[in-house]
């Protein structure tokens, strides 16, 4: 039997998730409740509008999707992309590659925008594709983990608006630990997981969706035999999901409460719990505390001697990539450190397997002191593995970059 209960605690630095925080595990020990209980139908409630809150919205369509940061992703985009829809995607790293897997898989037809790992999408050249293409979404990832780079979307969301385009936002891996102005940046659908800066475990995607997104999801509406009503029906394509059916998630988590699974109460308390921590922080504070670890990271890094991947101006706050030295073991690396020192930190995919090694610091792990050991025992192990290291500046920097961040 794996011995999960004998495990020592381990602090998860790589790119999510990350530890939970105290009060959501103590929340998710709370006994389940029925499905329409009056005090669960308002605890949805609730939860819905903390979520308004997290996403900076006013949508009165948000709410949860049962399952990992991906459900919320493909029932977004099952729900969105019709057979033969054009839609832009914006490829910035591995998960812009997978909103082009779902995409296709739905019957969209992939009009792709592709910049080099590393780099973002420029929006003169968003601006000319939505010319040449003439889509009818246009769908990209807010921070890509596996480039550790952040796109910015706020002129993306204006060219959308203008051109009457739809837009979709997978804000995974930046929900609660950096900006997502939802109604300011006119973006249609974000969703987001609760195990990256929220501090959540996975499983429970919160999702915010307009009124326009939603005039288009409704309009494929097909309840299930079993629940149907009086209700008319959408004259669209059927959604290619009965699970990941947002029409129906939809009329769930509305004051009609039809019927279409059985809410994953234990997560419904995670989620409540992690959205309250965020707001009691403050999205301001907790944005700053996110910036503050990843320029202690980077700065720490520098400090040893190392060097930090992509360009600084593009990066995302929680994750930051190191270039693995000529000659480093990089497996090596982080299998000692999680051995001697119970840290996890991780490679990437594609393109940099193994070239880079990925440093998170996000939730309740953009911390000082939890960036400051990372980089300690980072360092140990490295001049154990006979790389040069300039041992004890990789600290300073740290703390003097923490410091100065405002």
Not at 283 to 288: P, T
Request: proline share 5%; hydrophobic share 45%.
């Amino acid at each position: 039997m794996f011995p999960v209960l004998d495990m020592p605690q381990r602090l998860l630095m790589g790119a999510g998730p990350c530890n939970v925080h105290p009060r959501v595990l103590r929340a998710m020990a709370c006994d389940v409740i029925g499905q329409m209980d009056p005090e669960m139908t308002a605890c949805m409630d609730e939860t819905a509008e903390l979520y308004r809150q997290v996403f900076c919205t006013k949508n009165r369509h948000t709410l949860l999707v049962d399952g990992t940061a991906r459900a919320a992703i493909e029932a977004a985009l099952v729900s969105l992309v019709t057979p033969g829809m054009k839609v832009l995607v914006l490829r910035i790293g591995r998960f812009g590659l997978l909103l082009t897997e779902i995409v296709e898989r739905a019957g969209g037809i992939v009009c792709p925008v592709d910049v080099p790992w590393g780099e973002v999408v420029q929006v003169e050249n968003v601006k000319a594709a939505i010319e040449e293409h003439e889509p009818s979404l246009l769908v990209t990832v807010h921070g890509d983990t596996s480039t550790t780079t952040a796109q910015p979307l706020q002129a993306i969301g204006e060219l959308c608006k203008e051109h009457g385009i739809l837009f979709y936002v997978d804000a995974t891996a930046t929900l609660g630990g950096m900006p997502l102005l939802v109604d300011a940046w006119n973006i249609d659908v974000a969703t987001g997981g609760l195990q990256k800066c929220l501090g959540g475990p996975p499983g429970s995607a919160p999702i915010t969706m307009s009124e326009r997104a939603v005039k288009a999801i409704m309009a494929r509406r097909h309840d299930e035999a079993g629940i149907r009503g009086t209700a008319p029906q959408g004259d669209g394509p059927v959604i290619r999901s009965n699970y990941f059916d947002l029409a129906m998630i939809i009329n769930y988590w509305s004051a009609e409460r039809i019927n279409h699974h059985t809410e994953a109460t234990s997560m419904l308390y995670a989620a409540r719990e992690a959205a309250q921590i965020a707001l009691e922080e403050g999205l301001d504070a907790r944005f700053l505390r996110h910036r503050k670890a990843g320029a202690a990271v980077a700065a720490g890094i520098r400090a040893m001697g190392l060097e930090v991947y992509g360009d600084d101006a593009l990066r995302m706050s929680n994750v930051t990539g190191v270039w693995v030295p000529e000659g480093c073991d990089a497996n090596r690396v982080r299998t000692l450190l999680r051995t001697e020192f119970e840290i996890e930190i991780v490679s990437s995919f594609g393109p940099l397997t193994g070239k880079i090694w990925r440093i998170g610091a996000m939730g309740v792990n953009a911390a000082k002191h939890k960036i400051l050991l990372t980089l300690a025992a980072f360092e140990a192990v490295l001049a154990g593995e006979n790389v040069p290291v300039v041992r004890g500046a990789g600290i300073d920097a740290a703390r003097a970059a923490w410091e100065a961040q405002q």
